[in-house]
């Protein structure tokens, strides 16, 4: 599904947030802490985009590495981020040794894992400090809560099915909003995953956060 979505994944994400997408994308990076010369490992990269705003923090003699099991998207992000190295690999079993990172990151990619807490174990094995993630979470009770969940049920498989040409695609994403996390579902994931220090941030009305946590 991934890879038939790959070309137009960006342009449907831009359109679908109003453009405040990209925001969220350069607040996660800024909450690793990453520093010019630093290293991380964006997991589930998908095109690229964190991966990308994580690059400009460590530049210019840092470390960043994208991976992820879909080939199509990591030929996008190669194309856009040609000074970036991009790798397939799985999320449950990242191909990297214990410690080998400064901080690791994943952006929506977080519902998708079939074991999700052996996903967040892996980000913290590879790293010597920190690990953020960015994830929509479940839509908070009250009016902005039922706006939301009709913009997803409805408004978000035929916008992005229309701009994509894949509307299986956006039903899918669509009809996984009920399986999205409560920001403190997210919190005690990480904590059952060995983060420690975990704190979590509302964006977007509280339709999206930033979960982070630091290594024992």
């Given at each position: 599904?991934?890879?038939?979505?790959?070309?137009?994944?960006?342009?449907?994400?831009?359109?679908?947030?109003?453009?405040?997408?990209?925001?969220?994308?350069?607040?996660?990076?800024?909450?690793?802490?990453?520093?010019?010369?630093?290293?991380?490992?964006?997991?589930?990269?998908?095109?690229?985009?964190?991966?990308?705003?994580?690059?400009?923090?460590?530049?210019?003699?840092?470390?960043?590495?994208?991976?992820?099991f879909s080939v199509e998207?990591?030929?996008?992000?190669?194309?856009?981020?040609?000074?970036?190295?991009?790798?397939?690999?799985?999320?449950?079993?990242?191909?990297?040794?214990?410690?080998?990172?400064?901080?690791?990151?994943?952006?929506?990619?977080?519902?998708?894992?079939?074991?999700?807490?052996?996903?967040?174990?892996?980000?913290?094995?590879?790293?010597?400090?920190?690990?953020?993630?960015?994830?929509?979470?479940?839509?908070?009770?009250?009016?902005?809560?039922?706006?939301?969940?009709?913009?997803?049920?409805?408004?978000?498989?035929?916008?992005?099915?229309?701009?994509?040409?894949?509307?299986?695609?956006?039903?899918?994403?669509?009809?996984?909003?009920?399986?999205?996390?409560?920001?403190?579902?997210?919190?005690?994931?990480?904590?059952a995953a060995g983060w420690?220090?975990?704190?979590?941030?509302?964006?977007?009305?509280?339709?999206?956060?930033?979960?982070?946590?630091?290594?024992?």
């Amino acid at each position: 599904m991934f890879d038939r979505i790959a070309r137009r994944y960006d342009l449907v994400n831009t359109v679908l947030s109003g453009g405040t997408d990209a925001g969220w994308r350069r607040k996660a990076a800024r909450e690793t802490g990453l520093k010019a010369g630093g290293s991380a490992l964006d997991v589930a990269c998908g095109s690229g985009k964190l991966t990308g705003e994580l690059a400009r923090l460590a530049s210019p003699s840092g470390k960043v590495v994208g991976l992820d099991f879909s080939v199509e998207m990591l030929e996008v992000a190669r194309r856009e981020h040609p000074g970036v190295t991009f790798v397939e690999g799985d999320a449950l079993n990242l191909p990297f040794d214990d410690a080998s990172f400064d901080a690791s990151t994943i952006a929506f990619g977080l519902r998708n894992l079939a074991d999700p807490i052996r996903g967040l174990r892996e980000m913290l094995r590879v790293v010597r400090r920190r690990a953020v993630v960015l994830e929509f979470v479940r839509p908070p009770k009250g009016p902005i809560g039922s706006a939301y969940r009709l913009y997803l049920k409805a408004l978000l498989p035929a916008i992005g099915g229309a701009i994509s040409g894949q509307p299986s695609a956006y039903r899918y994403l669509s009809d996984t909003v009920d399986s999205y996390r409560t920001p403190g579902e997210l919190r005690a994931m990480a904590a059952a995953a060995g983060w420690i220090n975990v704190s979590y941030e509302d964006l977007a009305m509280g339709t999206v956060g930033i979960v982070s946590g630091d290594k024992g």
